[in-house]
Each structure stands twice: as C-alpha cells, then as structure tokens.
C-alpha cells in the first residue's frame, strides 16, 4: 500500500535560516516555497533523489508547527508515506485500530490529498499519508 516516501517534515523557527543549510551545505536542490494557509505554515521543498525534504515555518502562533517548536523544539516533525488512494488507506488503517487525526483526507502542499495519523498510534512518530499523482 504504501509506495515510498514521499517526504519528510522538518520544523524550524526560520526559513531564510535554515534553506542555506540544506541548499548550500548537503547541496540538495532547492525546488519552491509555499504557503498553506490551512495549516498555517510557510513550506520550502528540496528534492532528494525522489524523496522531498520539507521545512516547515509557522505563519502564526496557533499553528500545530508553532506548539510542536513550543513543546519539543526544531527538528523532525513528520514523516510522510506516499500511498495510491488516501481514502482508502486511512479506511484500511482505521479498521487495524489506528488513531486517526484526519478521518477524511484533505489538501495538503501543492494540492495532494493528505492524512495524519496520531503519534500516539505510531510509536511517536506523527505519520502523513499521501496522495500524489505525477
Ligand atoms: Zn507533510
């Protein structure tokens, strides 16, 4: 069901801090930034190999991204599986017992459908199943 990784979630207090780091530094290709206003962060994307990094900044304190720093600090806020239906998935993922924190999917970054498990669920980790096609 779950075809690759689609990306990993980074939480950082600033963007124009830390891109230079991923872009300049690793060397990884800088492709955007965008901001989902839904969420209420500013994303910047960088490829790596078919996988994306994607750092996340909050656009104001409400945003989950803005508690998460708040809480645990910088660093990894997510990991993201990239699946063919995210309905489906979810549905699937409800009937083995998991806490769900979406139970429809809804729009994520660059207009996939997305979904989030709860961390409680999954040994810590908060887990992004998503939608994508090419
Ligand atoms: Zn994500």
Known sequence: MVKK????G?????????????????????VATETVEDQMVRV???????TRIELLEATD???????????????????????????????QMDGKGMRLIDTEPRMGAGGHKIAFLHPKSTFGILTELTEEHE
């Open 61 to 91: 304190e409400n945003s989950p991204i803005a508690k998460f720093i708040a809480r645990k600090g910088q660093g990894v806020h997510h990991m993201a599986y990239q699946v063919d239906d995210c309905k489906m998935a979810i549905n």
């Open 10 to 30: 980074i939480a950082v207090e600033s963007l124009e801090e830390q891109i230079p780091y991923y872009r300049d530094v690793l060397g990884l290709k800088f």
């Open 44 to 50: 910047a994307f960088f490829d790596v190999g078919d």
């Open 5 to 8: 990784i689609s990306h990993i």
